[in-house]
Antibody
Framework: QIQLVQSGPEVKKPGASVKVSCKTS????????VSWVRQAPGQGPEWMAW????????NYAPKFADRITVTTDSATSTVSLELRDLISGDTAVYYC?????????WGQGTLVTVSS | QSVLTQPPSVSGAPGQKVAISCTGS?????????VHWYQQLPGTAPKLLIY???NRPSGVPDRFSASKSGTSASLAITGLQAEDEADYYC????????????FGGGTKLTVL
């Protein structure tokens, strides 16, 4: 079956960077892009970025464009998100999701906690 | 402030019907972009419920239906069941945000 399995929880200090990985399986990796979405406690989802797993082209939400990088590794069918210059407001659950216009399925989520 | 506007909460008794609205603008829903709906149970990742305005993925009961008109969309749930209690989100694309995907603020459905 189609699965997106994310890396484990992270605790970071303000100003640090975090990298979250998303390993996919069960489908042809390069046929679908992958989006990253985060959800702060008690809030709705917030889209952050999309990457084409075919040619690596990415599209970032303007809010994150200056401190986010999304990469793809076809050899391991893995997409990664790096977020830099973390602040307390970045504390959230980060999800990857396969995108075929709509987002399905989603990874299990990775909790990133930013605290001094 | 979400780009797509949903009511914060709706409720209904078992067996009843409820509807959740999703209001956008001419830069997203009204520009012709599809609307998708997700269901999120407590402590879990969102799950695709409706795609491309009105289509149900396999496994989603036909009690769930949706439509789109103009700058708005709507999700309807008939024959409410206790297991339907969850948060529901609409999602589309917005042209003023460099093609960003945008979500509604979410609607908490309570089954009385």
């Amino acid at each position: 079956q189609i699965q997106l399995v994310q890396s484990g929880p992270e605790v970071k200090k303000p100003g640090a960077s975090v990298k979250v990985s998303c390993k996919t399986s069960g489908y042809n990796f390069t046929y679908y892009g992958v989006s990253w979405v985060r959800q702060a406690p008690g809030q709705g989802p917030e889209w952050m970025a999309w990457i084409s797993t075919y040619h690596g082209h990415s599209n970032y939400a303007p809010k994150f464009a200056d401190r986010i990088t999304v990469t793809t590794d076809s050899a391991t069918s893995t997409v990664s998100l790096e977020l830099r210059d973390l602040i307390s407001g970045d504390t959230a659950v980060y999800y990857c999701a396969r995108e075929d216009n709509w987002l399905d399925p989603w990874g299990q989520g990775t909790l990133v906690t930013v605290s001094s | 402030q979400s780009v797509l506007t949903q009511p914060p909460s709706v409720s209904g008794a078992p067996g009843q019907k409820v509807a959740i609205s999703c209001t956008g603008s001419t830069s997203n829903i009204g520009a012709g972009y599809d609307v998708h709906w997700y269901q999120q149970l407590p402590g879990t990742a969102p799950k695709l419920l409706i795609y491309a305005n009105s289509n149900r993925p396999s496994g989603v009961p036909d009690r769930f239906s949706a439509s789109k008109s103009g700058t708005s969309a709507s999700l309807a749930i008939t024959g409410l069941q206790a297991e339907d209690e969850a948060d529901y989100y609409c999602q589309s694309i917005d042209t003023t945000l460099s093609g960003s995907r945008v979500f509604g603020g979410g609607t908490k459905l309570t089954v009385l």
